[in-house]
């Protein structure tokens, strides 16, 4: 009988490389600023397909954005963080 257990766990916060303004990247604050903007404006997303509406709606067609806009996020001074916890376990039993 053989019995054999790993255990791994890993945390990382990851600073974002290049991010908007900073020297030696293509996008400015100022653009990334509009383009978020623009993602978040009503008029990006729309409320409906103007396909089926009402209660005999497939769920998510006929209203899938109710607010009518689009958080895109953060586009600077932020950092990746990335967890991982992770269990292998094997029993070997010969007879």
Do not use: C, H
Not at 9 to 28: H, I, K, V, W
Not at 32 to 48: E, G, H, N, R, V
């Amino acid at each position: 009988l053989f019995l054999f257990t790993n255990y791994e766990n890993t945390d990382r916060l990851e600073p974002l490389f290049y991010q908007a303004g900073q020297s030696g990247t293509f996008m400015t604050t100022a653009i990334a600023q509009q383009i978020t903007d623009s993602l978040k404006s009503a008029t990006f997303m729309p409320t409906s397909f103007g396909v089926a509406t009402g209660t005999n709606a497939p769920v998510g067609v006929a209203n899938y954005n109710p607010n009518g806009t689009y958080d895109p996020g953060a586009y600077n001074n932020y950092s990746i963080f990335s967890k991982s916890n992770k269990l292998f376990a094997r029993l070997d039993w010969n007879i």
